[in-house]
């Protein structure tokens, strides 16, 4: 059954719900033809919600695509692609009842438009100025066509600009507390948003309505005071004068944009400043990752904290969403370890009473010979008039054979880094220590101790 044209407008008004489902499907998808299939299923969730047999029926008239087409509303059907393309007019229509799905103008439509504009102005300035020619009246309705449409382009623009900073901002100044990971990342997207339409839309249409805009082509405005002088030089004063309050009506809307852009600046900084922030986040675990396999060595490596990322796709989530699959594990003998690490205790505190520099004192106030810090005073002194110069592989070993051969029986392993601290004192603003990281560790062995360290290069 075949709906005339108006009743099926009516329709699609009346369930206009439907065609913003579409419409919003378009635009995700950046296209301008849609898949019949999503077509139908939209239009067949839509009935099912439907309690009344007689409006669906009504619907299934005016909806079926041999209607859509036959009236003129669907413009193509390729049964090939499985595609159908609703007539721009009509889409723009239900553009207009919602800001939101109004669509600006990017720098292709504007450059378009600009085009347009120079192609009347090279028209005219070939034409014969008189009300008998038919050719100039042809050129004279395109033009006043063409300046209608571009200020209603620029005006739905303005609009769309307006209600997405609104938007945005609302989204973004909702919530000043700490977000859960989720809503960082919808926050992260949302600053996204805010650069695509600020490079995409805003700076375009601030472009095409400065008219101090100096380029290799002519600014758009400019263009139409070009056409203007050729109506008053002719004798069209009154058109001259209409064409330029068209002009005046699109340039009104450029402080409304640069509003638009002041208020969107801020998310622009917001954005950069987050952008750094990651980038410094996924760098420090990068470093921290590559570290920590270089200095690894026990049975923990590949088992604790760090696993193997592409660094390609770590980005914020190195810290974050892989967090929650680090483990740290280690394989547990057949032993009470309580009872180790309590003994571990004991020698750690026996150690740092040994090592105190605080002093006993008899009843009389004089100091008491101590054997152990009689034995750090030489190791100073030892330091202090040793001749060690520059380049030294290894400075524990080096300091080791020195105090072995000084203190003899006196030497223990412990007083090897006390000298080397001293060495540092001594020798550390003159010369630069290096420190190299290896797999094992460098060891030296004494009696029945083992000193495992890092080796120092000792250099200029």
Known sequence: MTVSL?????????????????????????????????????????????????????????????????????????????????????????????????????????????????????????????????????????????LRTINSQIQNNTSHLQHEADRLSQRLDHDKAVLSLQESQQHREMLVQVKKIYDREIIPTLEFLNVREYSKTKAPLAIIDDIIRLYDIRGYEDDSYYIGQYKLAILSHYKTVEKVKQTLHRYLRQERRHRLIYNAIEQAYLNLQSFAQRTFTESLKDKYIFKLLDQESLYYKGLKTHAAGQEARIEWHSRNHRLYFEEYLIQQKTRKRSESPAQIKAFDNKPKNDRHNLIKRRIEQLIKRCDIKPPVDDVYLVIHNLLLDKLQEDYQLHYLLYGVTCFKQNYGGKFKLQVSFSRPQQSIRYQNQVLEYNKRDFIL
């Open 6 to 146: 108006d009743r099926t407008l009516i329709l699609l008004i009346e369930h206009k719900d439907l065609m913003f489902q579409l419409i919003d499907y378009m635009d995700q998808n950046q296209r301008k033809d849609l898949p019949t299939q999503a077509f139908y299923n939209a239009y067949r969730k839509k009935t099912e919600n439907l309690g009344s047999k007689k409006e669906t029926d009504r619907l299934n008239d005016a909806f079926a695509l041999e209607n859509l087409i036959k009236t003129g509303i669907v413009s193509e059907f390729n049964k090939s692609r499985g595609t159908i393309a609703f007539q721009p007019a009509v889409l723009e229509i239900f553009r207009l009842f919602d800001k939101e799905r109004m669509r600006g103008l990017r720098s292709a439509e504007l450059e378009n438009i600009r085009v347009q504009l120079d192609n009347a102005y090279q028209q005219h300035e070939h034409l014969s100025f008189a009300n008998d020619n038919i050719a100039f009246l042809e050129q004279h309705e395109h033009l006043f066509d063409l």
